[in-house]
């Protein structure tokens, strides 16, 4: 029984796969502090459609996966931007348009050369699969995020808290605004490889959600994501070894899970928390004659 | 939990003023002077919120900002801010451009209630310490200086035992509390309050005055946003008054004149004149005036203000009773 526990460590490719997931999990799920605060999900969501049609044309051309993603994750995210500028259409109709013109684009790319480009990988992610080159490529990313989160992380708060005071001290608010759009594209790539395009949002989501609910602090909800992401990560490509099932699945159920558990049991935020609450405070008002 | 707001903040908060001083250096910082200079402001969609704007303060002040809601009340306060560039004009403080003052970190701001994200994880010492910014190094690590001036502004406003509540936590007065202790603790010189006094009760009202009235005995320049004309005279000295542009500015008793309040705001202001009313002669000055939320502004015949609070005021009343005598 024990010995059939440890099987997939016995395999130097689940090995791989297993801290991969991690740390993609573990940067996913500290960013997602910031998105969720920020109101950034829709373009979490939004972005990591937006590379696919980037990482068609990498594999392609043989370029690394990850700067075909970059780069078209960054030309609809300049797109947004340009449609919200020009007309007065509200910013969830422009998002919704920039991001399936570019995930219609990568999937008639893929279509036209199905035997060069792996659509299921793509979509749904295979990191039981992933390349040795494209694990470099996730550490790289994912160690460039982690460095500007540790280096950025109180700027990037005071932005996602109050943008006027960050202005008003001399902080470059723009500057601020691009760097959080870069991480998030930047972690939509890696993500990718774990999840798949379609499942990337919630690795951008969910643990923040979770963290939120669990906590009143920025910092210790940056910390409870983080380990959230990683942990779910992990164990979600380990349990897809023994199901045979999809691993994009896998991580995203837990995470699913959890979030559950904590807004029914989160000790100030969750549902029955808030009802003891009210109850509480029925009787006080009770009391009082 | 009980708002503690009994005309001064805290008991407390008054007593260990003296133990924990200001962290900004009052006596040799001269006050600062904050100028706008023909500043018109045209927003993308075409509409010229503010044309033609010009008025200069200086330190050792309070000053309201009053006019109507779409006067460009708000867009001088954001060029003021550095928010938003003007089109044409420009803003000087201290004769040096806006994005040198915020280097500086010489201007604070106090933010209306509805722009602030209640429900963000942060604590009232984070919300605080957010002030500091300016004067730490590229990680944002707290320097024992940091936490001094946070400690000193929180206890200032008597907010220093919730120092750990969640913001979202407190009642209206203590967030407004929390807001002005931030810019306390950015040592702002020049310190912008927008509408500070909406939704806030009477006593934290009174005491907020009260400290606004001690950071300008310091020297600094307070400009105040509001729209409640009532309490102007009480407590602001200067008033600027806008619609699209800056109809007048100076002292509280030239500004603000019958004339001057119906150019500013037309028609949206009710006007009852006694000398018409329905109100017997004999009834003399025993006339109540209520009023649900903003203190009606009270102006006498010769455009006398009313004044509730008399303090620093002896020579007004002294003049104002020979006057009186002089006509009986």
């Known amino acids: 029984m024990f010995t059939s526990l440890l099987a997939p460590f016995h395999y130097d490719y689940m090995v791989t796969a297993l801290w991969t997931s991690a740390l993609i999990g573990g940067v996913c799920g500290l960013l997602s502090g910031f998105v ?16 696919v049609p980037g990482v068609a044309i990498a594999y392609l051309l ?65 990191i039981l699969g992933i390349a040795t080159g494209d694990v470099v490529q996730v550490v790289i990313v994912s160690a460039v995020c982690l460095l500007v989160l540790a280096l950025k992380w109180r700027d990037l708060m005071l932005f996602c808290f109050d943008p006027n005071q960050a ?10 605004h691009v760097t959080l759009l870069l991480l998030l594209s930047a972690t939509a790539v890696a993500a990718l490889q774990a999840v798949g395009a379609m499942l990337v949002v919630a690795m951008l989501v969910t643990p923040g959600a979770t963290a939120y609910l669990l906590t009143d602090r920025f910092r210790v909800m940056l910390r409870i994501g983080a380990a959230l992401g ?14 045979d099932g999809a691993t994009g699945g896998c991580i995203v159920s837990l995470q699913t899970l959890i979030f559950v558990a904590a807004l029914l049991f989160a000790p100030k935020h969750g549902v029955f928390a808030s009802r003891r609450t009210l109850r509480r405070a029925r009787a006080q008002e009770a009391a009082v004659p | 939990m009980p708002t503690r707001s009994c005309g001064r903040f805290s008991a407390r908060g008054t007593r260990r003023r003296a133990k924990f001083p200001l962290p900004v250096p009052t006596s040799s910082s001269p006050p600062l002077s904050l100028a706008a200079i023909d500043v018109a402001v045209t927003y993308p ?25 779409g006067s460009g009340k708000s867009t001088l306060f954001k060029a003021l801010m550095g928010f938003v560039t003007p089109t044409t004009g420009r803003v000087e403080i201290d004769g040096r451009p806006v994005r040198e003052a915020q280097r500086q970190s010489w201007v604070a701001y106090v933010p209306q209630a509805e722009e602030v994200d209640w429900t963000f994880p942060v604590s009232v010492h984070d919300v605080v310490m957010m002030g500091r910014y300016g004067y730490m190094n590229f990680l944002r690590i707290a320097s024992a200086a940091d936490r001094t001036a946070v400690e000193t502004s929180l206890r200032r406003v008597g907010m220093w035992d919730y120092r750990d509540r969640q913001i979202g936590e407190l009642s209206g007065g203590q967030k407004k509390r929390v807001f002005v202790a931030r810019a306390l603790a950015q040592a702002g010189r020049i310190i912008l309050l927008d509408e500070p006094f909406t939704g806030v009760d009477v006593g934290t009202e009174e005491a907020i005055v009260a400290l606004l009235r001690e950071l300008r005995d310091e020297g600094r320049l307070i400009l105040v946003s509001t729209h409640n004309l009532g309490s102007v005279p009480e407590f602001c000295d200067q008033v600027v008054l806008i619609n699209r542009t800056v109809l007048a500015y100076g002292p509280t008793s030239e500004v603000f004149t019958a004339e001057n309040l119906t150019r500013a705001f037309g028609g949206a202001l009710r006007l ?57």
């Open chain 2, 45 to 69: 969609n075409g509409l010229t919120a503010l044309r033609d704007a010009s008025f200069r303060l200086a330190g050792g002040t309070i000053c309201a900002l009053v006019g109507v809601n």
């Open chain 1, 36 to 51: 969720t605060l920020k109101g950034w999900s829709l373009m979490g969501d939004a972005l990591s459609h937006a590379v």
């Open chain 1, 230 to 243: 990683a942990v779910t990560s992990f164990f979600g490509a380990y349990l897809s070894y023994f199901l």
């Open chain 2, 272 to 328: 009852f004149d006694l000398a018409q009313s329905t109100v017997n002669d004999h009834d003399g000055r025993s006339v109540t005036v209520l009023t649900d939320d903003e203190r009606p502004l009270v102006l006498g015949k010769r455009g006398h203000l009313e004044y509730l609070d008399r303090t620093g005021r002896e020579k007004l009343m002294s003049d104002r009773e020979e006057e009186q005598k002089g006509k009986s």
């Open chain 1, 167 to 176: 202005r008003a001290l001399g902080l470059r608010v723009g500057a601020l």
């Open chain 1, 62 to 126: 043989g370029l690394p996966f990850a700067v075909g993603a970059f780069t078209s994750g960054l030309l609809a995210a300049g797109a947004m931007a340009f449609v919200k500028m020009k007309t007065p259409v509200r910013e969830d109709a422009v998002i919704g348009i920039v991001f399936t013109a570019f995930f219609a684009l990568g999937l008639l790319l893929i279509s036209l050369f199905p035997s060069r480009v792996d659509l299921k990988g793509i979509i749904f992610g295979n």
